[in-house]
């Protein structure tokens, strides 16, 4: 049985036969918490937070990519990447790395998993990209329908996207257009008042 996806993807082309589903390694990540009971800033909490603009539904949507993820690094069959959003997860919990490597790597997965950042380069490019396509393929082929865009886009998007942080308590983030509108319209005004004594 394969699981739904909570994001409403829609269903994939059929797909020559996957390797089985593993379900009891699928029921193992669902089960699987971060936090223990009562955590006063919960694992989701602290993801929506640090990832500027994300609600909490966001963070408990990028949590459950982020668990097919981990599924496909065990049974794809091939080396995996993630998306942009799912790395992010992958990064915060790496943080907690007790609940990362002695309870998900030791108790659910049953093998390390490893982070290999990039090693930057026109041949590390080109690896990464064709893992991430390799990827997408495996998400639709083993979980019977694309992944979400929202969270998996397409690799000449995931590859062009640049990530900026800023401090919001201290700064805000304009889009260009709207700054380059309100610019045009202060000198307007300011030519108009010179104009006008």
């Known amino acids: 049985m394969k699981p739904a996806s909570p994001v409403g993807a829609p269903q994939a082309a059929p797909q020559p036969p996957a390797r089985e589903f593993d379900a009891e390694l699928w029921r193992r990540l669902l089960e699987f918490r971060v ?9 989701l909490v602290r993801l929506a937070r640090e990832q500027h603009g994300w609600t909490l539904a966001d963070a408990q949507a990028a949590w459950f990519e982020y668990l097919r993820f981990l599924y496909l690094a065990r049974r794809a069959g091939h080396a995996v990447t993630p998306s942009n959003e799912v790395d992010a997860v992958w990064h915060l919990h790496l943080v907690y790395t007790r609940s990362y490597w002695d309870e998900l790597c030791a108790n659910v997965l049953g093998a390390p998993l490893h982070h290999g950042p990039t090693l930057g380069g026109a041949a590390e490019d080109r690896r990464y990209r064709e893992q991430y396509e390799a990827t997408l393929a495996s998400y639709s082929r ?10 998996w886009p397409p690799a000449g998007i995931r590859f062009r996207q640049q990530f900026e942080t800023h401090d919001r308590r201290r700064s805000v983030a304009v889009p260009r257009a709207a700054l380059y509108a309100a610019a045009v319209a202060a000198a307007l005004a300011l030519a108009a008042l010179a104009l006008s004594v």
Not at 35 to 43: C, R
Not at 142 to 151: A, D, Q, T
Request: charged share 20%; proline share 21%; net charge neutral.
């Open 35 to 43: 936090d223990a009971p009562g955590a006063a800033l919960p694992f």
């Open 142 to 151: 083993l979980f019977g329908e694309s992944p979400p865009k929202r969270f």
